[in-house]
């Protein structure tokens, strides 16, 4: 990372001093949720709709678990087409139990948009991904070992089922521990 003259001047003041705190506590907070093979894009979409956290701070959270704790491969891929045909990607990937899938959809009036495509309700605050709009995947097992050609496995069938294409049959990604679930209700204090 370079060091710039600045990179310290958002603390400076009391407010982002403050901001920068509850951020570093929000992200420990998801790591240990996270740890329990709950989707983080599950964790960060709960967070967001407690006021937990702020849309902002989405990106740097995915990367900051994703990239660089658990070691997640990530890709990305402009879209080809529209695509509208949530609940049959959701049906196939909710099958596939070998890896965790995290979408990372750049909507240009909304911002970055976390989506666990083996969550249906994940889906629903998006109505269509757009021809030429950005998406990143991330596919990995939460810091455990993992096959890195599977995952790209992954990536490729999903972005052949987006672009209208016809998915590889892939058995191995069937057999695992990551299948969908849900966020526990935060405890009352």
Known sequence: MTVTAYEFERLSS???FNNAVMHCKSLIGMLGEAGEFISVADLVNSKVADSSITVSQV???????LGDKFKYISRSFNLLQNFTDFSSIQ????????????????????????VNPKNSQSWESITQLKIDELLVFYVGAFGNK???????GVIQNMIAFISGRKMKQIPALEKGKYAFS????????
């Open 14 to 16: 009391v407010s982002g």
């Open 146 to 152: 993992f096959d890195e050609k599977l995952a790209d």
């Open 59 to 65: 990106n740097p959270i995915i990367g900051s678990l």
């Open 91 to 114: 049906k196939i990937v909710a099958k596939w139990k070998a890896l965790d899938i995290v979408l990372v959809y750049h909507h240009p009036e909304l911002g970055i948009m976390a």
């Open 182 to 189: 849900p966020v526990k209700a935060a405890k009352e204090p």
